[in-house]
């Protein structure tokens, strides 16, 4: 009997990021899936296909107010598709960060990209749409 094993067949982002080469986006969404896949199943060059999209990019703004004050907060939210099985599976990720600041890091030449807060998002993104 073998044991099923799997590949990442394909990785795209729907979301555009002025500045950031889509490429950017769809190599770590790669490198993350692979590394999310390889912990729970066999990897293999020949093996059942899975695919995954990155939906959406987006940062909603949440306020309270308080009198006269009022508190707003922006967090990145990534919003991803994978396809395993052929079952379809989204999650969704957030960050600190909003989506402006997230452009500044993923501008940045001399920042990894595992260590920006979009990195953090779409891996918590990929991970709850996994599980």
Request: glycine fraction near 6%.
């Amino acid at each position: 009997m073998n044991a099923i094993c799997y590949f990442i067949a394909s990785v795209i982002s729907l979301a555009q990021l002025p500045g950031v080469p889509a490429e950017k986006l769809t190599f770590g969404a790669r490198q993350i899936t692979t590394e999310l896949v390889g912990d729970k199943y066999a990897l293999c060059d020949n093996g059942q296909p899975i695919s995954v999209e990155i939906l959406s990019v987006e940062a909603p703004t949440t306020g309270v107010r308080i009198g006269p004050f009022e508190f707003k907060s922006k967090k990145t939210v990534v919003k991803t598709k994978v396809v395993i099985d052929g079952k379809e599976y989204i999650g969704i990720g957030k960050a600190k960060t909003n989506v402006s600041a997230t452009l500044m890091q993923l501008q940045d030449e001399n920042l990894p990209f595992e260590r920006t807060e979009f990195s953090s998002a779409l891996k918590m993104s990929l991970e709850d749409a996994l599980n």
